[in-house]
């Protein structure tokens, strides 16, 4: 016997053409990362991309920054313009990693 939600989800998939369907082995993306900034992995997030859920990585990317001037000798300005024109601008598949900034002030700095 079908619940309410099994019936609601039906609708869903019926109206917006999307499908749920059983992801094989050889089906999956390989989960794609940023090399060189594996210590600043914080984590795996799964997320909506080209009408499925793909595992992606999740970098901090305070750590990124202080990696960039510790390991590269970039100064602040240096690191932040590479992460946004090399990393933030770059798109390699949907399982492109995601990159979560804590500093609030990202923008105004």
Do not use: H
């Not at 749920?20 to 992995?41: A, H, L, M």
């Not at 595992?55 to 990317?61: A, T």
């Not at 492109?96 to 990202?106: A, C, F, H, S, Y």
Request: hydrophobic fraction near 35%; charge should be negative; charged fraction near 40%.
């Amino acid at each position: 016997m079908k619940t309410p939600e099994d019936e609601e989800f039906e609708r869903i998939e019926r109206e917006s053409g999307w499908r749920k369907r059983q992801i094989q082995e050889d089906d999956k993306e390989d989960i794609k990362k940023w090399y060189g900034f594996d210590d600043c992995v914080i984590g795996v997030a799964s997320i909506w991309r080209d009408q499925g859920i793909y595992e992606v990585l999740v970098y901090s990317g305070d750590k990124m920054l202080e990696w960039l001037m510790e390991r590269d000798g970039m100064d602040d300005e240096e690191a932040r313009e590479f992460i946004s024109f090399n990393i933030e601008g770059a798109y390699i598949g949907v399982t492109t990693p995601v990159i979560v900034w804590i500093d609030e002030e990202w923008e105004n700095r």
